[in-house]
């Protein structure tokens, strides 16, 4: 057996072992500023990556960086408080590891979440945005040799994020009285912010948001056949025009997140109560 297959073996293990007994249906990543959803799962367990061996450590701002094991919705679920991104040095393998171990311990479908840009020029701060369809300029993380025991090599990605969790989604914000935009998630490799020139660029290839990171996790679930549902937090908007002393900033981007988070967090635990895994 392939080395990191075993590593990936071990952490579900002690991730298992640290939940006492409880099997994860569910996977959830929380992005920047949207770890609020933590707060409201029962009875937690909290793993600190810092206490798994060889597991990578969030850097990024807002990312507290710990598993959180317990219920939510009337399910068990495991969340990611803080993500691995490719702009920190780390290389994909490890960027997806937390995936990969969640795969392992036992998740039915995976919940991911993040703040982006809006390119659209429709959307504004606070939008929550369901991800329909994505465009890749990160690594993929598959590059190298197939490990079979995973999924197959040239995995299906006409569907990325599964249909009936998004009809879901927009069925229950409708009742909840939740407008919810839809749009295609472009993933770049970041740290920097993107220039006017890029976002129009983005704009023109049919992206509605962009961010740093998400598509590498989305890809490595679906490459082991887990559905996926996808959302994102608009925290600051595409214009065509900037003022001369116009800049995006980290801390801005994580204080707009925190403030549409609650919305969001009432959204996803509504549909937690509602799938059947």
């Not at 590891?97 to 809006?118: D, E, Q, T, W, Y």
């Amino acid at each position: 057996m392939d080395p990191r297959i075993e590593t990936i073996n071990q952490l579900s293990a002690i991730v298992l072992e640290r939940a006492g007994g409880r099997k994860p249906q569910l996977g959830i990543v929380l992005g920047s500023g949207l770890g609020k959803l933590a707060d409201v799962i029962q009875d937690p367990v909290v793993i600190p990556y810092k206490d798994l061996p060889g597991f990578p450590v969030s850097t990024a701002v807002g990312h507290k960086g710990n598993f959180i094991i317990g219920q939510l919705g009337g399910k068990t679920v495991i969340a990611m408080q803080g993500r691995i991104h490719y702009y920190e040095g780390y290389g994909m393998d490890k960027v997806v590891l937390p995936i990969r171990v969640m795969i392992g311990a036992g998740i039915k479908a995976l919940f991911v979440s993040n703040a982006a840009g809006g390119t659209n020029l429709s959307f504004h701060v606070g939008d929550l945005m369901v991800i329909k369809d994505h465009i890749n300029l990160l690594p993929n993380p598959l590059i190298g040799p197939n490990w079979d025991e995973l999924g197959p090599r040239f995995p299906d990605m006409t569907r990325p994020y599964d249909p009936s969790l998004i009809r879901l989604a927009f069925s229950l914000a409708r009742k909840m009285d939740i407008p919810l935009q839809q749009g295609v998630y472009v993933g770049g490799t970041g740290p920097s912010y993107e220039t006017p020139a890029e976002y129009k660029y983005y704009r023109s290839i049919g992206g509605d948001a962009v961010g740093m990171s998400t598509i590498p996790e989305v890809i490595v679930a679906r490459h082991a056949n887990v559905p996926v549902f996808g959302m994102s937090v608009i925290t600051n908007e595409a214009h065509d025009d900037y003022a001369d002393d116009y800049v995006n900033d980290g801390e801005d981007v994580v204080a707009a997140a925190n403030a549409a988070a609650d919305k969001m967090s009432r959204l996803i635990v509504k549909m937690i109560e509602n799938m059947s895994l």
